[in-house]
């Protein structure tokens, strides 16, 4: 007599192939709700049905403060670049892939889950990694290649040719200007009311502050965002090119010239906006042709007697002090009124350290992406000391010394004492005053040398630690588990460093 047989999707088994499968579908479940970092669930429509434990730590950085919130939701609204519903609408498994949202970079699969009629009703998010380990490495730096090509991709792309010419389009958004400190904070609201506006921006700040990125915020948010963005950097440019840089130069102006003419800065950025780096070191002559055309609408080709209109938005920027160089006659008292009718003053990294942890994170996962390299964790040391540094550079020179560790770096780990290696070669910042401890004075006889300056290395260290997670929590605005895995920390951890 034959053993009845049953049909499975392994060939034929014994009648029990079905429990056999069940059991084993369960088994593999429970082992990738507790093994995984993190598993999410979708019904048929997209929405999010269950997520299990380790999943729930994601979602303050996510946005939401409870399970409740999150689930019910679809899943393309609460969970950004998800692939669930085109898993769901093929009904093929992602097994690999790289996820980047608002809680950072996984390592994913997405499976479809079937009814017995063979119908997709829902689909299965596994988080395999939250930090993804060094034996994906080379998965990894596949990606960073294909991400850095994208990126040069669409350079490529906000260029547009016009009689010749390159027009860029705003390459950055207030979102690029990175920091919640209360002058940050105060800096964006001010730009983004001057963008609305049709005047003249001054954008005032000392060199790397971010000047140009906020330019380019302040075009991609007004009315002229779909026109062009043209810039000039004045202290780049020869004295002797400047002019026909800006008003252009007509047709067989001179020995050489082009014989179609060129149209200049202000005719290229007709509709857009024309910023002026540097304004400072426009030499005196060209101030006052400058200023003629800003208030005329119109200017005159080199070589030619001929006015042609245009409409620009001006925003200028300069690292120089304007007033002393009205005072000093150096810059026309005339055309300095004309640009500083929104003027914005773009503080110092040094006044704003608490946006440093921020800083350090997108600049690290941007130069680690261009260059393919090993994006680094950072311990709470590390951060401490970087936000101490008084940065004469700026947001420039904090680039630099990250992209020097990045590149010293082979373990995915940087502490402090290579910090304090690049910048101690750098030569260019020293920890803050107010962060040495300073020469130990002489102590007289019989006396006692100050506690503060003969406290324990380890009390030092964690006050150190203390200013990163308070640096770490202002630039998260209180979100501690934002804060902690910026830090690098277990939230335990940071609990215990909280000041």
Same mark, same amino acid.
Request: charged share 20%; with cysteine; hydrophobic share 45%.
């Given at each position: /007599? ?25 088994? +593999? ?7 995984? %970092?993190? /598993?999410? !669930? ?16 994601? +979602? #303050? ?23 669930? %519903? ?32 063979? &119908?997709?009703?829902?689909?299965? @998010? ?28 669409? $350079? ?30 105060? !800096? ?14 001054? *954008? ?7 000047? %140009? ?15 062009? *963005? ?11 090119? *400047? ?19 060129? $149209? ?17 070191? /426009?030499? +005196? ?21 001929? +006015? ?35 003027? *914005? ?17 997108? !600049? ?10 090993? &994006? ?33 770096? $082979? ?38 040398? #100050? ?12 006050? !150190? ?22 830090? @690098? ?6 609990? &215990?460093?909280?000041?």
């Amino acid at each position: /007599m034959k053993t009845a047989k049953t049909q499975s999707p392994v060939g034929y088994l014994p009648k029990d192939a079905q429990s056999i499968l069940n059991l084993a579908a369960k088994s +593999l479940f429970d082992v990738f709700a507790n093994a995984s %970092e993190g /598993m999410l !669930l979708v019904d048929r429509t997209g929405c999010v049905v269950w997520i299990n434990d380790q999943y729930r730590r994601f +979602l #303050p950085a996510l946005g939401f403060a409870s399970e409740q919130e999150f689930v019910g939701q679809p899943v393309s609204s609460v969970v950004q670049n998800t692939q669930m %519903e085109q898993v769901l609408q093929t009904g093929k498994p992602i097994l690999i892939d790289l996820l980047t949202n608002k809680a950072g970079t996984f390592v994913v699969s997405r499976f479809p889950l079937r009814d017995d009629a063979g &119908q997709v009703i829902g689909a299965l @998010g596994v988080v395999l990694f939250d930090q993804p380990q060094s034996n994906l490495q080379p998965f990894l730096s596949k990606f960073s290649l294909l991400q850095r090509e994208l990126d040069e991709a669409r $350079d490529a792309l906000a260029v547009q040719g016009r009689s010749g010419a390159g027009l860029r389009q705003a390459r950055h958004s207030f979102a690029s200007f990175i920091g919640n400190s209360a002058q940050v904070v105060d !800096l964006k609201r001010q730009a983004r009311r001057a963008a609305q506006s049709s005047s003249p921006v001054l *954008l005032l700040g000392e060199t790397g502050t971010g000047k %140009e990125l906020l330019a380019h915020a302040i075009h991609a948010s007004s009315p002229r965002a779909q026109g062009p *963005l043209i810039s000039v950097n004045i202290a780049a440019v020869p004295e002797t090119l *400047l002019e026909a840089e800006f008003f252009g130069v007509a047709p067989g102006a001179y020995t050489g010239a082009d014989r179609k003419g060129r $149209d200049g800065k202000f005719r290229l950025a007709d509709g857009g906006t024309l910023f002026l780096d540097e304004i400072g070191d /426009m030499p +005196l002559g060209l101030q006052a042709k400058l200023l003629r055309a800003l208030q005329e609408g119109e200017i005159e080709p080199l070589g030619s007697n001929r +006015l042609l209109p245009f409409d620009a938005r001006i925003i200028a920027a300069t690292s120089r002090d304007l007033v002393k160089l009205v005072q000093d006659g150096r810059f026309r008292e005339d055309l300095f009124y004309r640009l500083n009718v929104l003027p *914005l003053r773009v503080p110092p990294l040094r006044d704003r350290a608490s946006d440093i942890p921020a800083l350090i994170e997108v !600049l690290t996962e941007a130069l680690a992406l261009r260059s393919a390299l090993l &994006q680094p964790e950072f311990s709470a040391q590390a951060i401490a000391l970087l936000s101490a540094q008084h940065w004469r550079g700026n947001v420039r020179e904090l680039r630099n010394v990250i992209e020097q560790l990045l590149l010293r770096n $082979d373990s995915g780990w940087l502490d402090v004492n290579e910090v304090e290696q690049v910048l101690r070669e750098s030569g260019l910042s020293q920890i803050a005053p107010a962060q040495s401890p300073g020469p130990t004075p002489p102590i007289a006889d019989g006396g006692q040398a #100050p506690t503060r300056l003969l406290r324990p290395l380890s009390q030092q260290v964690q006050e !150190l630690e203390r200013q990163a997670v308070a640096a770490a929590l202002g630039s998260t605005q209180g979100n501690k588990v934002a804060a902690a895995k910026l830090l @690098g920390l277990s939230r335990a951890k940071l609990y &215990q460093r909280l000041p």
